[in-house]
Nanobody
Framework: QVRLVESGGGLVQAGGSLSLSCAASGTIFNIKNMGWYRQAPGKQRELVATIASDSSTYYADSVKGRFTISRDSAENTVDLQMNSLKPEDTATYFC???????????????WGQGTRVTVSS
């Protein structure tokens, strides 16, 4: 009943910028944390950035100072602005939301389908 849909991936040269967006829809009661993870080929999925309901943020060391996460709680969206991209940022980026559905008494994690980001050197 809940969907997370990402958009905004693509191909960019090193040093360039991309912006990712994710929209959560469905029978949502409330959303706690939202965030972005990424998974490069042959590697485990890793946390990129998260933003809580109070707008406090967390960034992986590898993206600090280059990426900015933001959210619109009224619209249930989360964005990731990625600047100064490096080839090592190449991965599939997944949106994540820890949310409670209207018919549930607890929150759980939901994932988007992923969007591919490729940074060429």
């Amino acid at each position: 009943q809940v969907r997370l849909v990402e958009s905004g991936g693509g191909l960019v040269q090193a040093g360039g910028s991309l912006s990712l967006s994710c929209a959560a829809s469905g029978t949502i009661f409330n959303i706690k944390n939202m965030g972005w993870y990424r998974q490069a080929p042959g590697k485990q999925r890793e946390l990129v950035a998260t933003i809580a309901s109070d707008s406090s943020t967390y960034y992986a060391d590898s993206v600090k100072g280059r990426f900015t996460i933001s959210r619109d709680s009224a619209e249930n969206t989360v964005d990731l602005q990625m600047n100064s991209l490096k080839p090592e940022d190449t991965a599939t980026y997944f949106c994540n939301a820890n949310l409670r559905e209207q018919s549930y008494y607890f929150s759980r994690n939901y994932w988007g389908q992923g969007t591919r980001v490729t940074v060429s050197s």
